[in-house]
């Protein structure tokens, strides 16, 4: 994370700090909606606090602007947590993540999709 913002937070969430790193992600401004970091580092946090859907909601988002492995990770824990072991492993194997994600984000039609211009 080059944000030393996003960095302090990432730092309060790894000691289970859990409240005040919520606190400090509700101080950030619109301008990280669609920056994978914060929402990761939301996600993490309501993952902590155990509202998964909106964890997968979130990650599922944060997709859209950057896949990386901690986002797979995140999403395979939770959905293990969830007890949708198919999709866990899915998730957490890099040949299917990416296939299983979109299928994910085609069921659930509330989550947001970059507008992709042909």
Do not use: C, P, W
Request: net charge neutral; glycine share 4%; proline share 0%.
């Amino acid at each position: 994370m080059k944000d030393s913002t996003l960095s302090k937070i990432e730092k309060l969430v790894f000691n289970n700090k859990v409240e005040e790193a919520q606190f400090e992600l509700s101080k950030l401004g619109a301008e990280y909606n669609k920056n994978a970091s914060y929402l990761y580092l939301r996600a993490k946090v309501f993952y902590l606090n155990k509202i998964y859907y909106l964890a997968i909601d979130t990650l599922l988002i944060a997709l859209e602007f950057e896949q990386n492995d901690e986002i797979y990770d995140l999403l395979g824990k939770i959905y293990k947590v969830l007890g949708n072991e198919e999709l866990s492993r899915k998730m957490l194997n890099s040949n299917l993540r990416h296939e299983a994600a979109n299928s994910v984000k085609d069921d659930l039609t509330g989550i947001y999709r970059k507008d992709i211009q042909k």
